[in-house]
């Protein structure tokens, strides 16, 4: 597997582990440092103890439900962009 290490690459734990100096639990998700040995990182994907998370582009949502906020409707017939005294009835 050809892997190039992007340091700002998320990657998650597949089991409970030590790593370096720090305890994962399965599931958590971590980043190396700068400067990490990448055959270090290598080794933990190839032994299956990471993978790398994809960045997906998640749609934001702006209340508890998942709707999307709302588009603001005009408050007053200025905001519409009609003359409403030239309307004959």
Same mark, same amino acid.
């Given at each position: 597997?050809? /892997? @190039? +290490? %992007? !340091? &700002? #690459? *998320? /990657? @998650? +734990? %597949? !089991? &409970? #582990? *030590? ?71």
């Amino acid at each position: 597997m050809k /892997f @190039k +290490v %992007l !340091y &700002d #690459t *998320q /990657f @998650k +734990v %597949l !089991y &409970d #582990t *030590q790593i370096s100096t720090k305890l994962y639990k399965k599931g958590d998700e971590m980043e190396f440092v700068q400067g990490t040995d990448e055959l270090f990182i290598k080794r933990l994907i190839d032994i299956n103890c990471i993978e790398p998370i994809a960045k997906q582009d998640k749609p934001k949502l702006t209340d508890k439900r998942g709707t999307k906020k709302p588009k603001e409707q005009p408050k007053d017939d200025q905001d519409l962009g009609i003359d409403l005294d030239e309307i004959e009835e």
